[in-house]
């Protein structure tokens, strides 16, 4: 660059920013200015960029000139060089104008932090605090930053400003953040920082002296007395500019400076009173200190007590209570701030709980700070709400904390119950619902915080129930009466169908939840409960359990969904009833599995009455789960009321029965157990070898014309339907309708295999593979599954078929396009679809008056079929080793999943590999991973990373087209949204075979199995690495961050032990792992990254250079001197994380593109929340309740 290369610098800048240049233009103005970032003058231009004189943005680039260099070149400069760039930016400092706008004075401060991380306290690099470093090493470690910050606050408002934000850069660094560069020299800048920070009589109490600390101290008071006093001053003086911008960097030093600090400072005084200010981010900005104050850890009990106590006093728990009364929010017009302030405020008043075994609760005033944490759980924000929700469950948990929240558990048992609604169905112009629509943007996450939710409250109202299990009771049993007493119950109980969306439905399966959440409280008791007066308590208790348990039987409900949910509600009971009441239970069961269906041709109505009597079977099935021998004396009795029940219900419920009389007969000790298994089990899987079928399952239009696709082709030719009509559009007639009922039928027994799937699953469920009765069964079943297996298989291996356009060639053109409608996957993802719910629902509705139903039924069908196929995999492959001793059991299978998987969509690659692979991998017995996974896993491997690289090439070439209507738009944004679901199935398999790093469980005898199989075996473990490397590089974070610990967990064990599999490792996994590194994309992947890669480095480094090079070749920028420093560097650490921190650094220094300066400041400021949020939990069974409520199983899902 020429002698005027300063102003074609700017001229470049001005064409940028010009809206009058065009693109080629404003590119070719980038290409020159990025060249000049690579001129070993940049910094010195950037300088002179920076001078007050010249325009922001000018200046703007000059300081990310000085930013690049310190960034990317600060490990190659001399002392003198790193030197000049020192007093470049302390001058710039300095020069700051009143009228620079905000992101100079962020870039500056960003810069001053820049180089103090790299330099300052360099001259602590002794073990000697009394040994006086010398001259150059005191200027080399920047001594005298503290002196330099002193001058700016001094200096002008500007500048005193600069001083805090730059404080408040480096304490997030050092002491938020995971930096890289600050961890590396953590102990020099923490050392620093808490020297400048604290006054020097606290330091002289708590530290030892050191001379090089005491000569870089350059006000004895310390910054923090300092800002204390000024925010005083600046409250005094009503400046809120300058309350908030002290109040941001107070939040930076409060939890790691010594606490006595705090108590000197009477820093909680200043912030109440800055809480009391009118301005609302002022607000917040305090609840956020307040927040970090009282969470934070104490040096002395006296030092908490002072702090945490004095809140807890009345007085403290008065002013909560009327500032978090004084907050109105407008559900109509949400203030973003106000409401910020009030969900902050919730959480600091939880967050004091944490200290309850600290404070004095003689001298605290609990009862009230109890009713406003109550307050708070009532609020109409159901995200405010929440806040509360686990410091409820944690307190009701702990016998010793349960005397503290005594008095308030009527009140806390009545906002439980509020809440316990299924707010989701509720109106949009309901005020919880506004709320959860402000709070999240897209319906998934709304629906699934609900969900959460909902969890939580149940556990507080079947707690609280427990511990108050006799007053329970009796306001449980007044609740119901109440309920169905009033105006609404009356119309509940009168009305045969129910608004869904309304009040009067909403509100009765509420009452059902509560009810069923209290009874679960009362089967807690039983275990929960240990006092001598136990047998005359329970007596009490189950008596009034009886007249609840009649109340709800004697409910003459209409409604099948209400019926649904007390069916559920019932079986509850059973831990707490005696026989009579149980086969009362089951009287009724039985009554409302055969509740009538509608007599109009209604199929809305019809799946409604159809949903309620599989789900009544269900729970009959689970009683027979749960209490076997209670009713192996009226097994006979229930065969002869089944054997009558039959005549009346489909082929599909039957067998639920069946179910129920297998489970029983198989699971106690009653004669003929094995005569009942055969009379069950035997006429139903005898359709498997009947020869007609056995034939026709390998001929493909055999197979169609079971579905019925020959008579509705006949059918549409009559009706004189051609290829290209659309189904939607023509209306279903008598014929039609006829022809539809006739088809149903068909459907409901065209295969055996959902009734072989829920027979064996149900004989098995639950039961342990070491008992008597498992034993039982498994010399029962074997011989009858082992013959009818490749049958289960081969229909598979059709419905793959039928999806594959290239069978249909042969088939009228009618035909053929009656085939395409039935593969044709309809169903609404929620954020995806284009079109709303309520009308994708009324496009199906109005698609049962028309023909497209038959297409609609068909595919719904094959798809029904092909899903009990992979049930029926994944139970058989619960038989111990019934399904893998098969010969040749591996390639059978694989062909007949994915032997034409030219029509495999992807939501069914997604079912497939959960329901049906995962499960065959994960119940493989440890003695058949060799011979059964040995042949399986290869072929899978190749597979599914084939499809995954296909899909996602799609969504690459289709991201960069932008020419699509909206639907087509939608299509694809769901198929991209079904590809990352089947990629994080398919990273589970890959956990199922060989762990992750930070797996809780320990791994399994099969996965210990299989890793050794895959570690040992080259012809596995490379499709293992090849689809493993190929994940990383997708572009999908959270994908990218699983696979990434998968090989951190495993690296170790397969590295060093096979000249080929690290050369491998040397070549695909490092280009892997640099595509993340070097590409901001995946920023929240690159610490894990880094780890992996610098563990491989290290490891194949010592085999020879043939790591370095291939370093070489992926980071264009290296030179050998740049790789010799980083190895030297390397060899310094003195841990993992040290060594990953050089790393990132090396990365950082050589990355071909600058990083995208927004996208940084919103990645801070998302790990800065994360970080601020942060909370450890530490749960077992009995503590959480996703856990300890969790259902019997996936069973009882299924129809």
């Not at 960029?49 to 070149?73: E, K, M, Y």
């Not at 290869?938 to 690459?956: A, H, R």
């Not at 894990?1088 to 043939?1106: H, K, M, P, Q």
Request: glycine share 2%; charged share 25%; net charge negative.
């Amino acid at each position: 660059m020429d002698a005027n290369g300063l102003s074609q610098i700017v001229n470049a800048l001005k064409l940028i920013h010009s809206p009058k240049s065009s693109n080629q233009t404003r590119q070719e103005a980038q290409a020159f200015l990025e060249q000049v970032k690579k001129q070993d003058e940049s910094p010195f231009w950037g300088y002179e960029l920076a001078l007050p004189n010249q325009d922001p943005v000018v200046r703007h680039f000059g300081l990310t000139l000085l930013q690049n260099s310190i960034n990317r070149q600060w490990i190659k400069y001399n002392q003198d060089k790193k030197l000049t760039i020192r007093k470049w930016v302390i001058e710039l400092a300095n020069n700051l104008q009143s009228s620079d706008p905000h992101f100079l004075r962020e870039k500056l401060a960003f810069l001053w932090v820049s180089v103090a991380k790299r330099t300052w306290g360099s001259y602590l690099n002794n073990d000697d605090d009394n040994k006086k470093a010398s001259y150059e090493e005191l200027v080399e470690g920047w001594s005298s930053m503290d002196q330099d910050l002193s001058k700016l606050w001094v200096s002008s408002p500007q500048t005193r400003e600069l001083s805090l934000i730059i404080f408040r850069t480096l304490f997030e660094d050092v002491y938020v953040l995971d930096d890289p560069i600050s961890q590396n020299r953590n102990y020099l800048l923490s050392s620093s920082c808490a020297n400048v920070l604290l006054p020097e009589a606290l330091l002289n109490n708590i530290y030892n002296e050191n001379v090089n600390l005491k000569e870089a101290k350059a006000l004895n008071e310390g910054w923090f007395l300092l800002w204390q006093e000024f925010l005083n001053e600046s409250i005094r003086n009503g400046d809120d500019v300058s309350i908030i911008k002290t109040l941001e960097t107070f939040k930076t030093c409060l939890n790691w400076p010594y606490s006595s600090l705090l108590t000197q400072s009477q820093i909680l005084k200043t912030f109440l009173n800055t809480l009391l200010i009118s301005n609302i981010k002022i607000k917040n900005l305090t609840t956020d200190c307040l927040h970090i104050l009282f969470t934070r850890s104490f040096n002395t009990t006296e030092d908490l007590e002072e702090i945490v106590g004095a809140i807890f006093k009345p007085e403290g728990i008065q002013l909560l209570t009327n500032i978090y009364g004084s907050i109105r929010l407008d559900e109509d017009d949400i203030d973003d701030e106000l409401y910020s302030f009030a969900k902050k405020l919730s959480e600091m008043i939880v967050s004091l709980s944490e200290h309850f075994q600290a404070i004095d609760l003689q001298r605290s005033d609990i009862y009230n700070y109890l009713k406003l944490i109550l307050q708070s759980t009532a609020s109409d924000s159901l995200t405010i709400s929440a806040v509360s929700l686990n410091f409820w469950g944690f307190m009701l948990r702990s016998k010793e904390k349960i005397e503290i929240i005594e008095n308030i558990l009527p009140d806390l048992l009545e906002v439980a119950s509020s809440k316990l609604v299924n707010f989701g169905d509720l109106n949009e112009e309901h005020i919880t619902q506004k709320f959860i629509s402000f709070d999240y943007n897209s319906q998934s996450d709304g629906y699934s915080f609900l969900s959460n939710y909902k969890k939580l409250v149940d556990d507080i109202v079947r707690l609280t129930i427990c511990i108050k299990a006799e007053e329970g009771l009796v306001w449980l049993n007044n609740r119901l009466e109440n309920f169905f007493g009033s105006e609404i119950g009356r119309s509940i109980l009168s009305t045969e169908e129910l608004d869904y969306h309304d009040i009067p439905f909403m509100l009765a399966i509420s009452q059902l939840d509560i009810i069923e959440a209290s009874v679960r409280g009362i089967v807690r008791w039983k275990i929960w409960y240990s006092n001598q007066d136990y047998n005359e308590k329970l007596d009490i208790l189950t008596r009034e359990v009886d007249q609840l348990l009649s109340k709800l039987l004697s409910l003459e409900i209409k409604d099948p969904i209400i019926l649904k949910k007390l069916g559920q509600v019932y079986v509850q009971f059973l831990p707490l009833l005696n026989d009579q009441s149980i086969f009362k239970i089951i009287e009724r069961l039985l009554e409302m599995s055969t509740y009538e269906y509608p007599s109009d041709q209604n199929d809305e109505k019809y799946n409604i009455v159809k949903d309620l009597r599989s789900s009544c079977v269900n729970e009959l099935n689970r009683i027979a789960l749960i209490i076997p021998d209670n009713l192996k004396n009226i097994l006979d009795d229930l065969e002869r009321v089944f054997e009558d029940l039959l005549k009346r219900v489909s082929n599909t419920e039957a067998v639920h029965f069946k179910c129920f009389l297998l489970v029983v007969s198989q699971r106690t000790a009653i004669p003929n157990k094995e005569q009942r298994f055969i009379k069950i089990v035997e006429p139903e899987i005898m359709a498997w070898t009947d020869p007609v079928t056995v034939k026709g399952l390998s001929d493909l239009p055999w197979f169609m014309e079971r579905l019925g696709i020959v008579q509705i082709a006949d059918y549409f030719k009559s009706r004189d339907i051609k290829a290209n009509d659309k189904l939607l559009d023509i209306a279903i007639d008598e014929q039609g309708l006829k022809l539809k009922s006739e088809l149903k039928e068909r459907w409901t027994q065209i295969f055996p295999i959902r009734t072989t799937r829920l027979l064996v699953q149900y004989s098995i469920e639950k039961l342990p593979k070491d008992s008597q009765y498992f034993k039982d069964l498994l010399k029962l079943w074997k011989p009858r599954i082992v013959p009818i297996i490749p049958h289960i298989l081969q229909l598979l291996y059709q419905i793959q078929s039928y999806h594959n356009p290239a069978n249909w060639t042969d088939l009228p053109e009618i035909v053929q396009s009656f085939v395409k409608d039935t593969t044709i996957e309809r169903f609404w993802q929620m954020g995806v679809s284009i079109q709303s719910r309520d009308s994708f629902l009324e496009e199906n509705v109005k698609a049962m008056h028309t023909l497209r139903d038959f297409a609609d039924s068909v595919g719904q069908i094959i798809r029904y079929t092909r899903e009990y196929v992979y049930l029926s995999i994944s139970a058989v492959s619960q038989l111990d080793d019934t399904f893998y001793t098969i010969p040749d059991i591996a390639d059978i299978f694989w062909r007949a999943a994915t032997g034409e998987k030219i029509g495999i969509t992807l939501h069914s690659w997604k079912h497939m590999i959960n329901v049906a692979l995962r499960p065959v991998i994960k119940n493989c017995p440890p003695h058949n991973v060799d011979q059964f996974l040995g042949k399986l896993l290869p072929q899978m491997f190749n597979t599914l990373d084939e499809v995954l690289m296909k899909n996602w090439e799609k969504v690459y070439v289709s991201g960069l087209t932008f020419d699509e209507n909206d639907e087509q738009l939608s299509e694809e944004m769901m198929e991209e949204h079904l590809l990352r679901q089947v990629t994080q199935v398919i990273i589970r398999l890959l956990v199922d075979c060989v762990g992750q790093y930070g797996y809780r469980n320990p791994l399994t005898e099969t996965q210990l199995a299989v890793k050794k199989l895959i570690f040992s075996n080259k012809s596995i473990l490379a499709p293992f690495l090849q689809i493993v490397c190929h994940i990383i590089m997708f572009k999908d974070t959270r994908c990218s961050f699983n696979v990434v610990l998968i090989m951190r967990a495993i690296l170790n064990e397969i590295v060093l032990n096979d000249e080929e599999v690290d050369n491998y490792l040397c070549e695909h996994l490092t280009k892997a792992l640099l595509h993340v590194l070097t590409d901001d994309f995946y920023k929240e992947t690159q610490y894990e990254a880094a780890y992996v890669l610098t563990s491989l480095y290290i490891n194949l480094r010592s085999r020879g250079s043939y790591m370095g090079q291939i370093m070489m070749q992926y980071l264009p920028n290296i030179t050998q001197e740049n790789l010799v420093k980083f190895e030297q560097d390397l060899a310094n650490c003195n841990n993992s994380k040290e060594q990953r921190n050089v790393l990132l650094e090396y990365i950082q220094s050589l990355k071909e593109k600058d990083d995208d300066e927004e996208l940084i400041k919103k990645q801070r400021a998302k790990q800065l929340e994360q970080v601020s949020r942060k909370k450890k939990n530490e749960s077992n069974v009995l503590n959480d309740p996703f856990t300890e409520n969790g259902a019997l199983g996936s069973l009882f899902g299924d129809n």
